[in-house]
């Protein structure tokens, strides 16, 4: 006799916010799914959409077992996390930590239309406040339209049945929906002085550039150029220039036949030898090893 136990269905609440969307997976379902490989990092336990959310409030002196995702994409809204208050507009987002004391509201003369999530498991919590409070816990973001999908995605599978291939396909999803958020708002916006640097660099692969012109290009100081690009690469404009030179040689090794010292004088080194060593520190082999490996 089959004992698999039959998936119990989703809990919709019925009042509310007019066309609002809310599933919520039973406590029982979510401790199991948090046993098992592939929802065990990162599970979504709750999950809507709250249009025009009118008198919206919510308050947890003792914070909430999950961490709590907010996507506002119209009006306005404020959360409070540790008696700290964070303002929420049109495409800003924030992440509340498992535990930590909050409450949040919507506008009373501009009420928001808010996307959330809650998320547990071991990953959750690195994942979405890593993540999303990089600079601070509010994410202004470039590309909301992009965002809103996969939470309509998200929320759809969950609305759909909460099985565990579901529930997996959802946890998918979140992963999607929360690194999507932390590269938009790492990402230079289009015309920024950091995206026309980064598109200048893109052009000089063949040569070498001081970051005192670089900054004098795009209007900034060398300091908070070379800033910028720290925040947005993990490194400065000279390292951001070199992986892109040394993604140019490997890409003339793997598919031209090019003698490597041509290859050298393509990416701006006039010594192929001193190309060859700068090659092999980055990579731990040297441009002839690596053009005979096999690849794919």
Known sequence: ???????????????????QRLCVLPRPQAVTALGVAGTRRLLVTDAGYFPVARGHRRVRPRGCAETVVLLCVAGRGSVTIAGEVHHLSSATA????????HSYQASEDDPWTIWWLHVRGTDAEELAVQTLGRQ?????????????????ELVTSLERRLSPPQLLLASGIAWNLLTRIAADSIVPSEGSPLERAMRYLETRVDGNIQVSELAALVGMSPSHLSALFRQATGSGPAAFHTSLRMSHARNLLDTTSLPVREIAAAVGYADPLYF?????????LNPTAYRSLHKG
Do not use: Q
């Not at 136990?5 to 066309?19: A, D, S």
């Open 136 to 152: 601070s816990p509010v994410t202004r973001l470039r590309s909301l339209d992009r965002v809103v999908a996969l939470f309509d």
């Open 276 to 284: 060859s060593r700068h090659f092999r520190r980055l990579h731990g």
């Open 94 to 101: 924030i992440a509340i930590t498992a535990g930590a004391p």
């Open 1 to 19: 006799m089959d004992e698999t136990p039959i998936p119990l269905k989703p809990h919709y609440r019925v009042e509310g916010f007019e066309h």
